[in-house]
């Protein structure tokens, strides 16, 4: 069974940087034939996209609200996919999900991922 790990959330002072991480376990095809991303769902709010890598690595897309501030990378021999986040702001505050896509491009649906993570809380304070 597939297992996503989420790690390296945290309280942060608006303007701060967090690395999250997601390690992988459990897929059923090689970590390096899955698209990779992250959402994230904030309080009373509807899980929303933030960043997503295809497969095959050279695509890559962002939530327009962390465009320039967020980038999405993987490293394929320790199956972990990391989300670095720079210039935070209050608004970032949500509950941060990994997932995770066989063969996919860069799908912004979260309907679209079947393997997901529990969650990493990030809360920014101003």
């Known amino acids: 069974q597939a297992q996503l790990v989420e790690s390296g959330g945290g309280l942060v002072q608006a303007g701060g940087s967090l690395r999250l991480s997601c390690d992988a376990s459990?897929?059923?095809?090689?970590?390096?034939?899955?698209?990779v991303g992250w959402f994230r769902q904030a309080p009373g709010k509807e899980q929303e996209f933030v960043a997503v890598?295809?497969?095959?690595?050279?695509?890559?897309s962002y939530a327009d609200d962390v465009e320039g501030r967020f980038t999405i990378s993987r490293d394929q021999a320790k199956r972990t996919v990391y989300l670095q986040m720079n210039s935070l702001k209050p608004e970032d505050t949500a509950v941060y999900y990994c997932v995770a896509k066989f063969r996919a491009g860069v799908e912004t649906e979260v309907s679209e991922y079947s393997d997901r993570g529990q969650g990493t809380q990030v809360t920014v304070s101003s």
């Open positions: 890598m295809s497969w095959t690595g050279d695509r890559i």
């Open positions: 459990g897929l059923l095809f090689s970590f390096s034939s899955y698209a």
